[in-house]
């Protein structure tokens, strides 16, 4: 039996499926994989960006909105690909838990994976928030601004300093959402890992969570991961190729 077949079969004997993205999923709608070789960081240092030094420092806030600048446009005009499509139709066949996303780029949201069941483990780029006060912009809106000549945006309310709600470098993991992708790793029956290399910790933590727990695990990577030696199944295709593959499978099944 080839892989689909039996990729297929696991997924329609699971009650909870998780599927858990990265980079991979995003790389195949165009946006940059900022940590690849010739990368966004071969022009910026990623040390500017640190967290602490983004609070103590006006003129590494200033080099971080220019930074977004120019990586926002790439992001904002990026659409989901023929693999988010595919997880967007395990949810509507009640086949999905949740996604759990190192993802900042919002697209499983937009490819109709509802809000609630998608868990952003890295933030993300779509809204800029205040983090005085905490009120929350839509990322264009504030993205305009700097367009407009606004070297450091402000908060409107407060004007207190701005980011973009992605996690940096040095900035603590958002506590509830690290702590429910923990729980819904340990409470599922399929751990479907799509296009993440799983090198950053504690994200790459959750495949093991659960497959400790008693899961399945099934890992889909253009290139091998150090977790691959624990999974069920290891794919090294496109997300985007393999994916809609499985799920036309499994539909098929359904069907009988
Ligand atoms: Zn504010």
Redesign the pocket.
């Known amino acids: 039996m080839n892989q689909i077949e039996v990729i297929s079969d696991i997924i329609l004997q699971s009650k909870k499926v998780v599927v858990f993205t990265g980079a991979g999923m995003s790389t195949e709608s165009g946006i940059p994989d900022f940590r690849s070789p010739g990368g966004i960081w071969s022009k910026f240092d990623p040390n500017e960006f640190n967290f602490q030094k983004f609070l103590s420092s006006p003129e590494s806030r200033e080099k971080y909105w220019a930074f977004s600048a120019v990586t926002w446009p790439e992001m904002a005009k990026a659409k989901p690909n023929l693999g988010h499509y595919a997880i967007t139709e395990l949810h509507q066949m009640g086949k999905l838990d949740c996604v759990i996303t190192q993802n900042v780029d919002g697209l499983h949201q937009e490819s109709g994976v509802p809000e609630e069941k998608v868990i952003e483990l890295h933030g993300t780029a779509r809204w800029v928030v205040?983090l005085?006060?905490?009120?929350k912009y839509p990322r264009e809106q504030i993205h305009s601004r700097v367009e407009a000549g606004e070297k450091v945006p402000l908060?409107?309310?407060?004007?207190?300093i701005?980011k973009p709600a992605t996690i940096s470098f040095g900035q603590p993991m958002p506590e509830k959402e690290t702590h429910e992708a923990q729980m819904r790793s340990a409470a599922c029956g399929l751990f479907l890992v799509a296009g993440s290399s799983l090198v950053v910790y504690p994200a790459a933590q959750m495949p093991l969570i659960a497959k400790d727990n008693g899961a399945k695990l099934i890992i889909i990577n253009l290139t091998s991961t150090p977790h691959d030696g624990y999974a069920d199944i290891v794919v090294h295709e496109k997300t985007g190729e393999i994916l809609p593959q499985i799920v036309e499978r499994v539909k098929a099944k359904l069907k009988g």
């Open positions: 205040c005085e006060c905490s009120k908060c409107d309310s407060c004007g207190g701005m």
